[in-house]
């Protein structure tokens, strides 16, 4: 027993291309969590509250303006901070969000090509703690090359707004999430999510639990 439990709530988000195995690590690291003790608060984004949810519907859906984009993804994050993220903390609860901040600068500022000023920006203003930014304790990339995102998702009914997008822009994406893995090691850590689900998950049942802990 690693006895996570005995550490302060966490908050976890969990990152990647369209198709890269986010919502079936997500749900196994949940169920994980829970015989570790820990009864996770899961979420997602954008969304995680009735607002956001309706949001999320445009944005997945809706042509709009680039920067138009931008604002809607951190004014359901705000609300998302302000509802569910940060109550639950309070309460000691665990969050597990299914992408956050990381997201927007893959997609938004690495996949559509928005100012990272403009970006660092917003990231102040909604996440902002004086000097500091709220920002999860661990974000787990799943990294994949997009054409393998691509093909696991080709088993999918429908193709929201982003899966629709072509190659390189996946592959922009997917850099992007690895410019923001590189200059915060600490916090973003890259999975090689090309292995099996089962090598995937022994390998985040070791190395979560350390991670968590702030060893490399
Ligand atoms: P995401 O949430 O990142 O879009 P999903 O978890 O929905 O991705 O996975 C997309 C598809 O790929 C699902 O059918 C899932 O079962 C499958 N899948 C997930 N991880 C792997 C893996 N490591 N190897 C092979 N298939 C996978
Ligand atoms: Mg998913």
Known sequence: MSELNL?????????GVDGAGKSTQLNWLADWLRTQGIAPVLTREPGGTPLGEKLRALL????????????????????HLA???????????????????????????????????????LEHWVQGRGEALLQPHLTLVFDVPP???????????????????????????????????????????VIDATRSIE?????????VPRWLRGEA
Not at 83 to 107: H, K, Y
Not at 153 to 162: E, H, I, P, T, V
Not at 199 to 207: E, N, S
């Open 199 to 207: 090598a995937i998950q022994t390998g985040l049942a070791i190395d």
């Open 83 to 121: 509802q569910v993220i940060e109550p639950a903390l309070a309460r000691g609860e665990w969050v597990v969000s299914d992408r956050f901040t990381d997201a927007t600068w893959a997609f938004q500022v690495g996949g559509r090509g928005l100012d990272a000023a403009k970006f660092t920006a």
């Open 60 to 79: 997945l859906s809706e042509a709009m303006d680039l920067e138009t984009e931008a604002l809607l993804m951190f004014a359901a994050r705000r609300e």
């Open 147 to 189: 054409d393998v995102g691509q093909a696991r998702m080709a088993a999918r009914a429908s193709l929201d707004r982003f899966e629709q997008e072509a190659a390189d822009f996946h592959a922009r994406v997917r850099a992007a999430y690895l410019e923001r893995a590189a200059a915060d090691p600490q916090r973003v850590k």
């Open 7 to 15: 550490l302060p709530a966490r908050f976890i988000s969990v990152e």
